[in-house]
């Protein structure tokens, strides 16, 4: 009984021109969301899929060569929308440097290891 993944962005809730800190975000919040120690226990069957959905689309989006495999793979089998040139918002995003503090993968570990640890709560 083979279903299809779903979009990892509609799980995440975000758009497929998110940052990965919008993806971090996303994750966060419907971790805590749906995490077993957070949730009534009536609902558990529905929510260990969707924790387990949530799951898979960030390990599908937070890795930059997976994301890129993925997003090549539906836009060639998406309509390309044509940009009008009168509409500026039709043209395309900006890209727009971002400066943070990121080490970078190595080539021994190309991805940083995915760490779970206590959800922390702010404020």
Known sequence: MGCAQ????????VSPT??????????????RAQHPDTRPASSSRIADQQLQQLLAAYAMLRDPTRRADYDGVTART??????NPTDPASTGPVAIPV????TPPTAKNPVPPLRAGPVRRHG
């Open 99 to 102: 400066n943070h503090r990121h």
């Open 6 to 13: 779903p979009d990892p962005y509609r799980v995440l809730g």
């Open 18 to 31: 998110a940052t990965q800190a919008e993806i971090t975000h996303a994750y966060r919040a419907g971790l």
């Open 78 to 83: 998406a309509t390309p929308a044509q940009p």
